[in-house]
């Protein structure tokens, strides 16, 4: 993260919704370090409700769902390269060509969409030429 999204966009993320598995103490310290969000569920034991802090926790849940809903079209085009596009079948042996069929597999999934798309607007730019 460091290097490429700093380097690339000019600052750090405001948040970083990213999968559970990935919520470790030593993670969240150097994202909280950094000035980044972890979006995720705090560790530990949940805090008891109260009526002074019900609406705060209240309103962390909202913002937690809100997040976990944004991961979800993620998680999805994920999905699909996995059964779609054979994207658990990848057995390179060296890391960076793993990280090549990776990145090829992706490029591939992009411009089928652009086509389905293009497809449709052709389909139906044709459809007004009939009528």
Do not use: C
């Not at 913002?63 to 990848?90: A, C, H, M, T, W």
């Amino acid at each position: 993260m460091d290097a490429y999204y700093r380097e690339r966009m000019g600052h750090y993320p405001e948040r970083v919704l990213a999968d559970p598995l990935y919520g470790t103490r030593e993670n969240r310290h150097y994202l909280k370090h950094k000035g980044v969000h972890f979006a995720g569920k705090p560790l530990g034991r949940p805090k008891k409700v109260t009526e002074e802090n019900r609406e705060e926790l209240a309103q962390r849940q909202a913002q937690r769902r809100s997040d976990y809903l944004q991961r979800i079209p993620i998680e999805g085009k994920f999905g699909q390269g996995k059964n779609g596009y054979r994207l658990n079948y990848v057995r390179a042996k060296r890391a960076n060509t793993s990280i090549a069929w990776i990145n090829s597999i992706f490029l591939v999934m992009n411009p089928l969409i652009l086509e389905r798309i293009f497809y449709a607007l052709y389909k139906y730019s044709l459809a007004w030429l009939i009528f």
